[in-house]
């Protein structure tokens, strides 16, 4: 049999995407709402769910299966309502009107955590506006992703849309993967910064993820009970596997104690200094790269490959002291795995710096969270840390959406020039879209210079001058 090339998909591809390029907002939402529809249901989520674990061996089914779920409505809810065809814009003061068109044919570089969320939560905004999207997806995921992608294309296919604006490639791989960012229109990457680097280097509009380590501030204020609740979830939801998983907390000293017995409690097993140091020994072996066998697998499982006796007890956080955060380790870094490392600060000036010299150190950009009941510091650390996303009372996972936060659902957490991406934020169906301005002819503005020189000038009383209210500047 004689395998498709990559040319051959994105040809196909950039046909069904033609197409679709004059549906009707109408048309839009209603195959973006069977998408949604079929990869929503139950018996498909968990199918999904259970492909994934099996063929990756990260996360746990389970939540994998929640994961969809969540990440599906959510992204629906964002985009209900949401006008991406025609004139999306007009201002009669200004005579503009802006008209939305589609990018093209989107290249998705998609990771092996959480495939199938990955994959249908990037389609769905990608065909709200009216593109195509071709799947590359990472070598340990393949067998999910084609899975996920074929339920998508039936489901486009039952609305009579054409199932060619969602392929994978026949093969996985970075030579693939390199072709297809070359030959589309547009691309997003998810996953790791070697997969975002290429991307960049493609020569075609990228964006890319930023590098996930969120550290946690736990501050004296600090409601110890909720936070507790949200680091361990947090920590522990699908293994960890998360670029929004909570990795590092620093929590004051007076509340330290407090703070460790509250995750013990909660399901958290709290390492001595030997197993910290077997774990660690374990988990990164070489002292710097993580065992891609040991990422994303429960904590029991961490354990026992660092020889580590649970006795018994049911734990799916693991946690480990840091005496120096100030110092580069791997305990600091990304870990994929459920793990926590806490620190102890005394002062609040001193976990601001810890959070921007951890970031400076393991990837900057992309998230922290702080847990307290006073608003100056949280203002504080948004001031002063260079991240996109600072989260407040809540598990750092919430940065990805939720329904109880205000930031739209997303697959990609861009970490803006910061992290060396070309978005700050939340990667949403708004970076989907050309636009196409009207400008018709309005009266003749005349600049105030006194005002606008103000902050300059002393003397703000200068004539105006006469070439500045001309109609038109050559």
């Known amino acids: 049999m004689i395998r498709e090339s990559v040319e051959d998909v994105v040809v196909r591809a950039r046909a069904a995407q033609a197409e679709i390029a004059s549906w009707s907002q109408e048309e839009a939402d209603r195959a973006v709402a069977a998408v949604g529809w079929h990869c929503y249901q139950e018996e498909t989520a968990r199918r999904l769910a259970r492909l994934s674990h099996r063929e990756t061996g990260l996360g746990d089914a389970e ?55 990955g994959i249908i939560c990037n389609a769905l905004p990608m065909l709200k506006t009216r593109n195509a999207a071709v799947f590359s997806p990472n070598p340990r995921a393949r067998r999910s992703a084609r899975a996920t992608i074929d339920v998508m294309r039936a489901a486009l296919a039952s609305v009579g849309a054409p199932p060619d604006l969602l392929a994978c490639l026949p093969e996985a791989g970075r030579e693939a993967g390199s072709q297809l960012m070359a030959e589309a229109d547009s691309v997003v990457a998810i996953g790791g910064s070697g997969t975002v680097r290429r991307a960049y280097r493609s020569g075609t509009p990228a964006i890319g993820a930023g590098v996930g380590n969120p550290t946690v501030v736990v501050d004296e204020t600090a409601d110890l009970a909720a936070a507790v609740a949200a ?70 499982e961490l354990a026992a490959a660092a020889g580590i006796d649970l006795g018994g007890r049911e734990v799916t956080v693991l946690a480990a002291r840091c005496a120096d955060p100030w110092r580069d380790q791997p305990l600091l870094r990304e870990k994929i795995s459920p793990l926590l490392t806490l620190c102890v600060y005394r002062e609040f000036g001193e976990a601001v710096r810890l959070v921007q010299s951890i970031a400076e150190r393991c990837g900057l950009g992309h998230s922290c969270a702080v847990h307290t009941t006073r608003e100056d510091r949280v203002l504080r650390l948004a001031e002063e840390v260079t991240h996109c996303r600072v989260v407040v009372n809540q598990s750092t996972m919430t940065n990805t959406g939720s329904l109880s936060a205000g930031v739209p659902f997303t697959t990609t957490l861009s970490a803006g ?31 105030d210079e006194a005002a606008l ?12 001058h006469p070439r500045l209210l001309a109609p038109a500047d050559a």
Request: charged share 20%; with cysteine; aromatic share 6%.
């Open 63 to 117: 939540d994998l299966y929640a994961l969809q779920r969540r990440r599906v409505l959510g992204i629906l809810h964002d985009l209900h309502g949401a006008r991406t065809t025609g004139v999306v814009e007009s201002d009669p003061a200004l005579g503009l009107v802006k008209i939305a068109k589609p990018l093209g044919v989107i290249a998705v570089a998609s990771p092996a955590t959480a495939p199938a969320p």
């Open 417 to 447: 020039s910061w992290g060396g991406s070309s978005v700050a934020g939340n990667v949403t169906w708004r970076h989907f879209l050309n636009h196409t301005t009207v400008s018709r002819p309005i009266p003749a503005r005349v600049p």
């Open 231 to 300: 680091v361990q979830h947090g920590a522990g939801f699908n293994h960890g596997t998360s670029c929004s998983s909570e990795s590092n907390v620093l929590v004051h000293h007076s509340v330290a104690a407090a703070f460790e017995q509250g995750l013990a409690d909660a399901g958290s097993y709290l390492c001595d200094e030997a197993e910290t140091d077997r774990l660690t020994r374990r988990l990164w072996p070489d002292g710097a790269t993580l065992d891609r066998d040991l990422i994303g697998r429960p904590a029991t």
């Open 453 to 464: 020189f103000a902050p300059y000038r002393a003397d703000t009383a200068a004539p105006s």
